[in-house]
DNA sequence: TTTATTTCGGATATTTTTATCCTATTTATA
DNA sequence: TATAAATAGGATAAAAATATCCGAAATAAA
């Protein structure tokens, strides 16, 4: 469904966001340990998010990566897959075709219109405080 | 969301159904020619869609691939998936994890999970008998 | 039986994605 | 100001997906 750079990038928000919340900045090393990725890759990943204002960086010592503690809840998963992946899995034709719409539409369009929308909103309406307060919580994990 | 492979598979067999409703198999070439895809990338995805039994294929002269006349109704979109891009789709956790389930569930978990059962609900519904008739009717489109 | 046609399948090439490495730049503190 | 600790980013490598090429095997018809 997602790249695998997505992936990461998804769960290195929540790891972030768990520790911004108790005013910690983290290190591309720790993400990756935490979310069980690829350390140079992972960071390639957060200056994605960075470039995107998903999350903010401050560089030299005592630096890392955070988020505004108050900024948390109204990051959504779409922001994040978006600056990632681009919105491809929002707008792409299912079946690849250049043109696709309800004019010329695929053999699949209608159907996947459905399926996408649905997935649309759920990555819209989901926080990044709740999948924080999930891993918090215990609720949820990062890794196997 | 799928394989560039899975796309051109799904594309093919619609195209190979259209042709065997009137008794006529289908080359590769054609096919190819038709969906807009590479040709022998095409051919290898034919191969495994015939390994799979999703579809049948004629060698020698006059042949081709066809697929039964009566079966059309009864091959399901789920089915030229799985063959061509595995069950990851249905079954793989959408952050990546190894061991993703109610116990151990990732950050996405239960909300993916409405999602995909939704996009699999959706595969597993969808015949190639409907997709055919509506290329057929003009009513979609394999190409642009 | 020979020939032409067609799928099969192995080998290889190209492109994209994933991953690594190393140096430059930034910045807080001593 | 010097130093150590960080991120930024370019270059490169490895792996996976996509794509091409070509000879082998099968088969219908002449």
Redesign the pocket.
């Known amino acids: 469904m997602f790249?695998?750079?997505c992936e990461?990038g998804i769960k290195a928000c929540i790891f972030i966001a768990i520790n911004s919340y108790e005013g910690k900045?983290?290190?591309?090393?720790e993400i990756a340990e935490e979310i069980n990725?690829?350390?140079?890759?992972t960071?390639?990943i957060?200056?994605a998010l960075?470039?995107h204002k998903v999350i903010n960086?401050?560089?030299?010592?005592?630096?890392?990566?955070e988020v505004s503690k108050y900024e948390i809840k109204n990051i959504k998963l779409s922001q994040i897959v978006k600056a990632i992946d681009g919105d491809n899995i929002y707008n792409g034709c299912g079946l690849g075709l250049e043109k696709c719409d309800e004019n010329h539409p695929c053999p699949v369009h209608d159907k996947f219109k459905v399926v996408r929308d649905e997935l649309k909103l759920m990555l819209e309406n989901t926080s990044l405080e709740e999948l924080a307060l999930n891993i918090k919580s215990g609720a949820s994990f990062l890794k196997t």
Chains 1, 2 share one sequence.
């Open positions: 790249s695998k750079a990461y900045r983290v290190s591309p090393k990725s690829p350390q140079a890759f960071a390639k957060l200056q960075v470039r960086s401050i560089k030299g010592a005592y630096g890392g990566f």
